[in-house]
């Protein structure tokens, strides 16, 4: 599977960007997938992920109610839609996908497949 994330930028805070993540190799219908960032000096975080149909979502507490993220599994797509933005926002995207079970992933973090990021920079 490889994974393409696009769609990043700069902004202002309040502005919203959608990020899109398109995958090819292999439909990842039946994938979990993820969306990470990584801010300058700090470790990947979680952001988001959704299970294969989307029935089940989870956010880090730091994006709830701003950030929604979707998939199109006929396009083999899943998107972040990002909301009123902030400052502490500003960070390289990655999105990622793996088989196993949502509940494993968001506890053990082991994903095995990463696209290459895409940069969103927000300005104050």
């Known amino acids: 599977v490889q994974l393409q994330a696009s769609g990043g930028g700069l902004v202002q805070a309040g502005d919203y960007l959608r990020l899109s993540c398109a995958a090819s190799?292999?439909?990842?219908?039946?994938?979990?997938m993820g969306w990470f960032r990584q801010a300058p000096g700090k470790e990947r975080e979680f952001v988001a992920a959704?299970?294969?149909?989307?029935?089940?979502?989870y956010y880090a507490d730091s994006v709830k109610g701003r950030f929604t993220i979707s998939r199109d599994n006929a396009k083999n797509t899943v998107y972040l839609q990002m909301n009123s933005l902030k400052p502490e926002d500003t960070a390289v995207y990655y999105c990622?996908?793996?088989?196993?079970?949502?509940?494993?992933?968001?506890?053990?973090?082991?994903?095995?497949?990463w696209g290459q990021g895409t940069l969103v920079t927000v300005s104050s």
């Open positions: 990622a996908a793996d088989l196993r079970g949502l509940g494993y992933l968001l506890k053990y973090s082991e994903w095995d497949y």
């Open positions: 190799g292999r439909t990842v219908s039946n994938y979990v």
């Open positions: 959704i299970n294969w149909n989307g029935g089940s979502i």
